[in-house]
């Protein structure tokens, strides 16, 4: 069992950053992908970003260019640097773990809220 636990999200204006980081806890292997998922209120959760415990990165082209993964192993823990956000950005913001590569994760965390005023 993997336990993950979000920080860092919160009340930004647009066009501003935010930094969100999940550590994990727990029964990890040492091959595994964190990532982020965000859910707007009445949308379907949707994928941010993957990364790899050799630091592969996986982003849809959606996310692209304002969104920034990155990992510290020693820590358990992963990274979303976030820039330019737009009020469409606000969502709950979810992370998740899975043993091996991939993008369907076996825990999550309890999600971390991102607003983005206009």
């Known amino acids: 069992q993997v336990q993950l636990v979000e920080s860092g999200g919160g009340l930004v204006q647009a066009g501003g950053s935010l930094r969100l980081s999940c550590a994990a806890s727990?029964?990890?292997?040492?091959?595994?992908?964190m990532g982020w998922y965000r859910q707007a209120p009445g949308k379907q959760r949707e994928l941010v970003a993957t990364?790899?415990?050799?630091?592969?990165?996986n982003y849809p082209d959606s996310m692209k260019g304002r969104f920034t993964i990155s990992r510290d192993n020693a820590k358990n823990t992963v990274y979303l640097e976030m820039n330019g956000l737009k009020p469409e950005d606000t969502a709950v913001y979810y992370c998740?773990?899975?043993?091996?590569?991939?993008?369907?994760?076996?825990?999550w965390g309890q999600g971390t809220q991102v607003t983005v005023s206009s």
């Open positions: 998740g773990y899975r043993a091996g590569w991939g993008s369907t994760f076996s825990s």
């Open positions: 990364i790899g415990s050799a630091g592969r990165t």
């Open positions: 727990g029964s990890i292997f040492s091959s595994n992908t």
